[in-house]
C-alpha cells in the first residue's frame, strides 16, 4: 500500500493564480482532510470529508474549496492564490471519526509570491 | 472553544529522559494524540489516550488526567532520532476532526 500520496511536492505560485493540490488514498478510508501547517505552528484544519460527496468546512477554509468523488481521492482548490497561502499543506485520511489515529500524506510545499 | 499549550522547544540529552506536556482546554473533549513530526515531514502517530493513566508502548508513553486537562509525552533513552517535533492533540465529541497545538520541538545532543 502507496498510504497517502500527495502531488505536487512544491509549487511556485503567482498572485491570483489557481491550482488543485491533489490527495488519493488507498487504504479504503472513509475520512480524508486537508491541513495547513505554517513555521512553527500546528496543524490547522482547512476542509475534510466523512465519505464520497460529502465535504464540510474546518477553521480555516477561506479560499479553498474541495470535492469528494471518489473514496480514494480528495483535492484542494485554491482559487485566487494570495501571499497567505504559503504553507506546506497536508492531506490525511483515517477509517473512521477523529478518535482513529490520521495517516499524513508527505505534504505539498506552496509559495505565493 | 479549543486551546491547547505546549512547550515550543526542549533540549535533552542523549541517553536521558524527558517529559513534554501538554495541557487543553477542550469541550466535549474525548481522546488526546501525540503525534511525532521530523523536520519537512510528515506527522506520525505515535499514542492515544482516553481514560486516565499512563500508555506505554516501548520507549515512549502518554499519560492523560481528564480532570486536570493534562497530558504528557516521556521519552526514555533518548536517540538523536528522536529530535523532532511533537504535536499534542484533542479529540472532541461530535466533531469529526483533531484540534492540534503548535508542538514542542525536542533537540537531542550528545
Known amino acids: 500500500n502507496a498510504g497517502v500520496t500527495q502531488t505536487p511536492k512544491f509549487r511556485i505560485l503567482k498572485i491570483g493564480q489557481s491550482m488543485t493540490l491533489q490527495c488519493t488514498q488507498d487504504?479504503?478510508?472513509?475520512?480524508m482532510y486537508w491541513y495547513r501547517q505554517d513555521p512553527g505552528m500546528g496543524l490547522k484544519l482547512i476542509y475534510y470529508?466523512?465519505?464520497?460527496?460529502?465535504?464540510d468546512k474546518g477553521e480555516v477554509p477561506n479560499g479553498y474549496n474541495v470535492s469528494r468523488s471518489t473514496t480514494e481521492d480528495f483535492p484542494l482548490r485554491l482559487e485566487l492564490a494570495a501571499p497567505s497561502q504559503t504553507s506546506v499543506y497536508f492531506c490525511?485520511?483515517?477509517?473512521?471519526?477523529?478518535?482513529?489515529?490520521?495517516?499524513f500524506g508527505p505534504g505539498t510545499r506552496l509559495t505565493v509570491l | 472553544g479549543q486551546n491547547i499549550d505546549q512547550p515550543t522547544e526542549m533540549t535533552a540529552t542523549e541517553g536521558a529522559i524527558v517529559q513534554i506536556n501538554c495541557t487543553y482546554q477542550?469541550?466535549?473533549?474525548?481522546?488526546l494524540f501525540w503525534y511525532q513530526q521530523h523536520a519537512g515531514e510528515a506527522p506520525t502517530f505515535l499514542s492515544y489516550?482516553?481514560?486516565?493513566g499512563l500508555e506505554e508502548k516501548g520507549r515512549f508513553s502518554s499519560f492523560l488526567s481528564r480532570s486536570k486537562g493534562y497530558s504528557y509525552l516521556l521519552l526514555k533513552e533518548l536517540q538523536m532520532k528522536d529530535s523532532a517535533s511533537y504535536l499534542c492533540?484533542?479529540?472532541?465529541?461530535?466533531?469529526?476532526?483533531?484540534?492540534f497545538g503548535t508542538g514542542t520541538r525536542l533537540t537531542v545532543i550528545p
Open positions: 492533540a484533542a479529540y472532541q465529541t461530535g466533531a469529526n476532526n483533531l484540534f
Open positions: 487504504m479504503n478510508h472513509n475520512y
Open positions: 477542550t469541550s466535549g473533549f474525548n481522546g
Open positions: 470529508s466523512v465519505g464520497a460527496g460529502i465535504t
Open positions: 489516550n482516553v481514560l486516565d
Open positions: 490525511a485520511s483515517s477509517y473512521a471519526s477523529g478518535y482513529n489515529e490520521q495517516f
